[in-house]
C-alpha cells in the first residue's frame, strides 16, 4: 500500500482491502442494501451542483457532505440546505471527507487535474465514486483508476451520460445490425463558442477564498498566470485538455461506441491550433484529430470554437454545423447515416438525406449508478470507470499529437492528410473556417501534428519515445498518483 498523506488513512485502506465489495462500517454497522447512502459531493462551484441535485433527489440517497477548496462555494451551498431544513457538513480539503466512515460515495465534479487521484484514494478509502468527465488528465493515470476500482471492487462510474440513454443503445444496436450497410467512419463535432480568456501581463493574485496549494494538487506548482482561475483552467494543459476532453469527450464516446471500438486507436494524428486571438490559453481552440483502427472505421474529431465567420465575432459568436448539428456525432454509412445531436436521441438517414428513423429517451445516470452500489454489480453500469477511460485517452491521444508537432503551410497539411480517409475533407474545412474568420494561414501557421502508432494492449506508443513521456505527468508531493494502487 502507497503511503497518502491523511489522517486514519491505512487503516481505512486495509478495511477496504479485506472487505473489497463491502462499504467500510459506520457507527460499528456494515452497510445494507436498504441502507441509506450518504455522499459527498468534491467540487460544487458549477457541475458539482448538478451532482447534488442529481443524487440528493434520489429514494435513500442524501449528500451530507461537499468538499471545495473555494470557501465561498461552501458557504453558498450551505445556505440552500438550511433553507430546506437540511444540515450539510462542509470540507475545503476533501482528504477530511475520504477519512470520514460515515460516507459511502464520492461524486467529483474537481478539475481534471484532480480527478485520478482522488479516485483512487476514494476507491482506496472504501468509497463508491461518480467521477465527471474526462475521467483523467492523461491516458496513464486513467488505467490507475480502472486498476483502484477493480481492485478494491469499487463501483466507478464516468459521467458520460449519453451512455444511460435506451434510445442511442438501440439506435447503436440497430446500425450495427447491418440497417445502413457497412460503417465507414464516426465524425465527432464540437462546434462550442469559446472566445478569448484574454492576456495577463505577469501572475495574478488567487481570490481569498481559495486554497491554491489543494486547488494545484497533482499539477505543477506555478503561479496563476490568467484572468480567471476558475473554468478557465480548461485552456492549459497543465490542469484542463482543451475542448476536445471537456466537452468533446461525450462525443468521442459516442462515436467509439456506434463504431464498436473497445480499446484505443492504433494510429492518431491532430492538425490544429489556437488561432483568431491571442490569450493565455494553450489548448487548441481549432483542430482536426484523426483515430485509425487498423481495417476498421476510422473516428475524426473536429474541434472548433471561432464562429461562423468574421461578422459573428461581432455580434453573436453563431457556430457552424454539418446537417444542422454542432455538438455531436455523425456516423457515416455505405447506405446512409445516423445522427447522435445530443445524450439522449438519435435519428436515421438514407443515402439521400431523408430521415428514416428516429430514437428518443434516457435513463437517470444518477440512478443507475446508485442501483449499481446497491447491487455490488459493476456490470450493471453503463458506463463503468473502463469505458470512460478509453473514451477520454482517445482525446489525450489527439493532444499528444498536436503537442508534438510543428507549424506547417496548407499545401504540406494536404500532403500529411492525403491518404487518410475523410480527414483531408476535415482539415480542407477548416482552413476555410479560418479564412471566413480572418486567420491568415501563412502568418499563423496550423499545428501539423506528429503521426503517432499506438499498441492498443500496452497504452504506449511504438515510433516515438518523446509521446510516451506525455502519457503521464510528474506529480508534486503528497498529490502523487501511485505506481501501485
Known amino acids: 500500500m502507497t503511503t497518502l498523506p491523511r489522517r486514519q488513512f ?17 457507527g460499528g454497522k456494515k452497510w445494507r442494501p436498504n441502507d441509506e447512502l450518504r455522499v459527498a459531493v468534491v467540487g ?6 448538478a451532482h447534488i441535485n442529481g443524487l440528493h433527489r434520489l429514494d435513500g440517497v442524501r449528500v451530507v457532505a461537499v468538499a471545495d477548496c473555494d470557501a465561498q462555494y461552501l458557504e453558498r451551498e450551505k445556505k440552500t440546505f438550511a433553507e430546506r431544513g437540511e444540515s450539510l457538513d462542509t ?9 470520514r466512515d460515515d460516507i459511502d460515495i464520492v461524486a467529483s465534479a474537481t478539475p481534471n487535474h484532480w480527478h485520478a487521484l482522488l479516485t483512487i484514494w476514494a476507491c482506496q478509502a472504501g468509497k463508491d465514486v461518480y467521477i465527471e468527465k474526462p475521467v483523467s488528465h492523461n491516458v496513464w493515470e486513467g488505467r490507475k483508476m480502472v486498476e483502484a476500482a477493480r481492485k478494491y471492487g469499487r463501483i466507478v462510474q464516468a459521467g458520460t451520460q449519453s451512455r444511460s440513454s435506451y434510445a442511442i443503445r438501440d439506435a447503436v444496436a440497430w446500425l450495427r445490425g447491418g440497417a445502413l450497410g457497412e460503417i465507414q467512419y464516426g465524425q465527432g463535432l464540437c462546434y462550442k463558442p469559446r472566445r478569448s ?22 499539477a505543477p506548482e506555478v503561479p496563476l498566470s490568467r484572468r480567471s482561475l476558475h473554468y478557465d483552467w480548461h485552456w492549459v494543459f497543465d490542469t484542463g485538455n482543451g475542448d476536445m476532453g471537456n466537452q468533446g469527450i461525450h462525443q468521442m464516446d459516442l462515436c467509439r461506441w456506434a463504431l464498436g471500438h473497445e480499446g484505443l486507436s492504433n494510429r492518431i494524428l491532430s492538425v490544429g491550433g489556437r488561432l483568431g486571438y491571442d490569450d493565455d490559453g494553450n489548448t487548441p481552440n481549432t483542430q482536426v484529430a484523426l483515430h485509425e483502427y487498423g481495417d476498421g472505421p476510422p473516428i475524426v474529431f473536429e474541434t472548433r470554437g471561432l464562429p461562423k465567420d468574421r461578422a459573428a465575432q461581432e455580434k453573436g459568436w453563431n457556430m457552424d454545423g454539418v446537417r444542422g448539428t454542432s455538438i ?65 485517452a482517445l482525446c489525450h491521444t489527439g493532444n499528444i499529437s498536436h503537442q508534438l508537432g510543428e507549424g506547417a503551410d496548407p499545401d504540406e497539411l494536404r500532403e500529411l492528410c492525403a491518404g487518410r480517409g475523410p480527414t483531408g475533407d476535415a482539415v480542407e474545412r477548416m482552413m476555410a473556417h479560418l479564412a471566413a474568420n480572418g486567420v491568415d494561414l501563412d502568418a499563423d501557421e496550423l499545428t501539423a501534428g506528429a503521426v503517432l502508432e499506438m499498441d492498443p494492449a500496452t497504452e504506449r506508443f511504438t515510433n516515438d519515445p518523446r509521446a510516451n513521456r506525455l502519457l503521464r505527468r510528474d506529480y508534486r508531493a503528497p498529490f502523487v498518483v501511485p505506481e501501485t494502487v
Open 328 to 392: 455531436g456525432a455523425w456516423i457515416h454509412c455505405e447506405n446512409g447515416s445516423l445522427r447522435l445531436p445530443n445524450y439522449s436521441s438519435a435519428q436515421a438517414f438514407d443515402a439521400n438525406g431523408e430521415k428514416i428513423k428516429e430514437w428518443d429517451g434516457a435513463e437517470d445516470h444518477y440512478a443507475n449508478f446508485i442501483d449499481a452500489v446497491r447491487t455490488r454489480d459493476a456490470a450493471s453500469l453503463n458506463a463503468d470507470i473502463e469505458e470512460g477511460h478509453v473514451s477520454s
Open 10 to 26: 491505512l487503516g481505512a485502506a486495509a478495511a477496504a482491502v479485506a472487505f473489497p465489495n463491502i462499504a467500510l462500517s459506520r
Open 91 to 99: 470540507h475545503v480539503d476533501l482528504r477530511e471527507v475520504l477519512d
Open 197 to 218: 480568456i484574454g492576456k495577463v501581463s505577469g501572475p495574478q493574485k488567487v481570490p481569498s477564498s481559495v486554497d491554491y496549494n489543494l486547488w494545484l494538487g497533482p
Open 44 to 49: 460544487i462551484r458549477s457541475r458539482g451542483q
